[in-house]
């Protein structure tokens, strides 16, 4: 098991175009959680799922921003009409839906909108 | 409102010498705690946890953190702080649905 896999680590991309991360989490985890950290900030919470069904989202995903995970497994992070604003380092964790237990998080992505 | 507050935005320390950095919370519901490490560029590593039981937890590197109900706070500790521990630690607090509050974290210095 190589822990979660965040791809790409880094993605340069120009005002407007969109942009999409992949996370694959470990293995047998079926929770899947999306973070937002910004530069001198802690992460900050976007959306989760339980299996295939996203069960949260945060009031910071906007409506250009798209997460999914189709088969339970793998996730991806959709992001349209990319602005300025959204530069940030994108964090993928994962997770078992079972009581005291701990989520382990990717590498992250880190995006650079200019 | 749920929150995790991190009064220390830097602390610096010589090697050698003690740590403790403070953190404080306000959560609805009974508590799931949490301190991460996070080196430049990098994901979050878990550095600790707190469930239930021992309010005295463990951790790898030689850190423990003390949960205080009564003052709302897990204070993260380390009896003598090795160069290898500079680095940005980030207390978080969360639920069943394992979903992460996480403070703004606490870069340490750590003077030769």
């Known amino acids: 098991d190589t822990g979660v896999s965040q791809n790409p680590r880094h993605k340069i991309t120009k005002r407007g175009q969109n942009v999409t991360f992949r996370c694959d989490p470990i293995?047998?985890?079926?929770?899947l959680y999306w973070y937002r950290q910004t530069l001198g900030q802690g992460p900050e919470f976007l959306t989760y799922?339980?299996?295939?069904?996203?069960?949260?989202k945060s009031r910071l995903l906007s409506d250009r921003f798209s997460a999914e995970r189709p088969k339970g497994s793998f996730s991806t992070l959709e992001i349209q009409r990319t602005e300025q604003g959204d530069s940030a380092m994108y964090l993928c964790?994962?997770?078992?839906?079972?009581?005291?237990?701990?989520?382990?998080f990717g590498q992250g992505t880190r995006l650079t909108v200019v | 409102a749920q929150s995790v507050t991190q009064p220390d935005i830097h602390i610096t320390v010589s090697e050698g010498a003690s740590l403790e950095l403070r953190c404080n919370y306000s959560y609805g519901a009974t508590p799931y705690l949490f301190w991460y490490v996070q080196s430049p560029g990098q994901g979050l590593q878990l550095l600790l946890k707190?469930?239930?039981?021992?309010?005295l937890v463990q951790g790898i590197k030689g850190f423990e953190a003390e949960f205080k109900r009564s003052q709302s706070s897990f204070n993260l500790r380390k009896p003598s702080v090795h160069w290898s521990d500079a680095a940005e630690y980030f207390c978080?607090?969360?639920?069943?649905?394992?979903?992460?509050?996480f403070g703004q974290g606490t870069t340490l210095q750590v003077k030769p």
């Open positions: 707190y469930f239930s039981g021992d309010t």
């Open positions: 964790a994962s997770s078992l839906a079972t009581d005291n237990t701990e989520a382990f």
């Open positions: 978080a607090v969360g639920g069943n649905t394992g979903k992460l509050i």
């Open positions: 799922f339980q299996n295939e069904a996203q069960l949260e």
């Open positions: 293995s047998e985890h079926n929770r």
